[in-house]
C-alpha cells in the first residue's frame, strides 16, 4: 500500500494517506485514502482537480453525496473485501 504525503493549500500543514485505489470517471481521476492500515478505518474519497500541467495534483474531498455515493460505489466494485459506509 503506496503512502502518500498532501499538504494543505491554506499552508496549514501536511497529512499523509495510505492509497487503497484509484480510478478515473467521467474524466476524473478519483483516489481512496485512509490514514491507517486497520480493518475499520475511516477513508476519504479525492478527486483531482488540477487545472492546467502541473508537476503537483491537486485533490479535494468529495462531499457532494450523489458523486459520494456513486464513486464509492465503484470502489467497493474494485476492492471486493471492502464495505464503505456513509
Known sequence: ?????FAFAD?????????LEQTKIGGFVYIL???SQKDDAECLILKEVTEGRTAESVY?????DTELLAVSKVFEE????VNIEM
Open 11 to 19: 499552508g496549514s500543514g501536511e497529512a499523509e494517506f495510505f492509497v
Open 78 to 81: 474494485l476492492l471486493e473485501d
Open 33 to 35: 485514502v485512509t490514514d
Open 60 to 64: 479535494e474531498i468529495v462531499e457532494e
Open 1 to 5: 500500500m503506496e503512502k502518500i504525503k
